[in-house]
């Protein structure tokens, strides 16, 4: 249609709201909006954001793509909502998730209280067939075909629609596994299959099963919700020719992927919505001028935490999800419960604790007004006066008084009174959320004060000033639209792909032509991907539409039980080369371990897993500035009573965030309010606002009598 608008919406459904953000690709204008999230059908509210989306930006608009970042998968394991699941493994080897692993959480002194988990498969719902290969993928035995037959008709007559399949070795050659999987359609069509060798192509038994049976586990629900949405947007028909646009989902290692291909490997998704929001976090900040910094999503279930160097999120192999290991490469994330909605009780032991339970969307804190009674940490900030009695702009007012009613209710329990409880609650959030940052800092040697703090999400810089005080970062900053910054980011991600293969090698004893074969392969299934889903060469103007890949290798010394990862260069690899990246490795093992064994020649360096991660490039989005009329008197929208650290400042100046120019101040007791979220700014500190948008908090000396807000 001539004239007509086309625009790529990024939306990112969390446990309360599900956050949109469409990027005008002609004029790059931006914008964003959120809508109540629907946790008994995801996929509703969805299609609620992309039609309230569409309405702000009225006719005629087209949608180019849509980008989504879920949490469906990471729910399903949760909430234990995947259905009965069947393992199948290799003779002699049904034991494997009982052995496991002797880590203990926490270190030995946990290992008196720690109860091992319930296992994701129960003992009588593991199968084993004959065959064997060795670590080289050589086979020893064939693959019993007639036993195999037997368990795929033993899980029919038991309703087990749900099977994954892990055989010994077979990260080194697929065959047994393949033709496995052959038997099971046959015997058992009804049946969802999932095998190690498509999972996670990596060596380490208990790990691989363990993935391959998460990937199992949510693929029945993933696909259905993935597909469903599929259907609903061909039916609304918002693609530029009435058609459905295209349909990407997020993926934990910072990339996206069609949906279609998604459904085939749905473990890829389990942490897409907080990926999302470190790499939008990072990109913002990143051109605010900080490439170390926090990154703390708070959201009304859950708060996410990470760390960027160098303006990249971490990634690693060594997850988990919930209670089970998972070594797909996720972007390094901590997720603790506590967010806008976590409740406030009272534990067994008569203490106060805010948290993990939450409220959600349904029915929500009290002041919601849709039947939660129990007390939240949204109710606290409301009974203090520290967020306004509505939100969304208006769209969506708070009861005020029944957030009070719910924190004296609790007060009363305790001997305290409303704003002592509500204090209680907001300092134990802060506390938690604090704990969670020190997790992924000083227990990894990094100290916090060589970072600045990115907080975003919808209740992100809520406890902003506290974490301040707690931590002692470098400073903090609260970059534009904080409360949409995770769908943001899904406007932001390239289209990524990871590959992997297993080559155990001593440095000394490597075969740089063997290895170079096993890079080209697995380079050839990126590039093959990639070219399908319409990327090729050096793409257009900034690399838009191209395709990269990229190489890298695991290696440690020898003996070691774990890896580092280094870069492969590009070039064909040879003895020199191979040189390079082992010195590579001891660098990268000083930087992470504070030591290396460069100089000892007794100490071999041994290779272990090859990468490719093919890399399709889009455009990203810039973040819409502010343009206020002019200092902070200009954007003050009127004053209300808010209690800070147990005092109540009465006439509290309150200022509208997108009225604030760049370059305004604002000292604290203040509240900066905006269309989703809102940043309390406790006596003491400074907000000034950046260049693009973002705005800087800083813990200072109180001003003069005589000075004011400019």
Known sequence: MAGQRRVRIGIDTGGTFTDVVALDEDTGELLATKTPSTPADPSAGFMNGVAKVLDLLGPPTAVSALCHGTTVATNLLLEGRTGPLGFITTEGYEFILEIARQAVPDGYGNSYFWVKPDRIVPADLVR?????????????????????????????????????????????????????????????????????????????????????LVDAAVKPGVTRYIRGIGARLAEAGAGPGGERPPFLVMKSNGGVLSADEVVHQPISTVMSGPAAGALGAALLAGRAGYDR????????????????????????????????????????????????????????????????????????????????AEPTVTDAHAALGRIPPHLLGGEMPLDVTAAEAAVAALGDKLGMDAAETAEGILRISAWNQANALRQVTVQRGLDVRDFHLVAFGGSGSLLLCPLLDILGPAGAFVPPDPANVSAFGLLSVDVRNDYVRTRVARHADLDPGAAEAVFAELAGEAAEV??????????????????????????RYFGQAYEVRVPVPADPLDAAAADAVADAFHAAHRDLYGYDLRDNPEQQVEWVNLRVTGIGR?????????????????????????????????????????????????????????????????????????????????????????????
Not at 530 to 553: D, I, K, Y
Not at 620 to 641: F, H, S, Y
Request: proline share 8%.
């Open 293 to 372: 910094v926090l990154t703390l999503d708070g959201g009304g279930t859950s708060t996410d935490v990470s760390v960027v160097l160098d303006g990249e999120p971490g990634l690693t192999t060594e997850g988990s999800v919930g209670r089970y290991p998972s070594k797909i490469p996720m972007i390094d994330v901590v997720t603790v419960g506590a967010g806008g909605g976590s409740i406030a009780r009272i534990s067994p032991e008569g203490a106060l604790k805010v948290g993990p339970a939450s409220a959600g969307a349904e029915p929500g804190p009290a002041c919601y007004g849709r039947g939660g």
């Open 530 to 555: 990639l070219r399908a889903e319409g990327f090729a060469g050096e793409g257009g103007p900034g690399g838009v539409g191209g395709l990269r890949l990229e190489r890298s290798a695991d290696l």
């Open 618 to 710: 889009i455009r990203r989005p810039e973040p819409r500035g502010l343009a206020g009329p002019g200092g902070a008197r200009d954007a003050r929208t009127g004053v209300r009573d808010v209690c800070f650290d147990g005092a109540v400042h009465r006439g509290t100046p309150v200022y509208f965030r997108d009225a604030l120019a760049p370059g305004s101040t604002v000292r604290g007791p203040a509240v900066i309010e905006e269309y989703a979220s809102t940043l309390p700014l406790h006596p003491g500190f400074t907000a000034r606002v950046h260049p693009d948008g973002g705005i800087a908090v800083t813990a200072e000396p109180a001003p003069a009598a005589e000075e004011v807000q400019r």
């Open 128 to 212: 084993t067939v004959g065959g064997r290969l060795d670590h080289t993928g050589a086979e020893i035995r064939p693959l019993d075909e007639g036993q195999a037959a037997a368990a795929a008709r033993w899980f029919r007559d038991r309703g087990v629609d749900t099977i994954g399949v892990c055989l010994l070795h077979s990260y080194a050659d697929p065959a047994h596994e393949r033709r496995l999987r052959e038997v099971l359609r046959a015997e058992h069509p009804g049946a969802t299959v999932s095998i190690s060798s498509d999972v996670l192509r990596e060596y380490r038994e208990y790990e691989r099963s363990m993935t391959t």
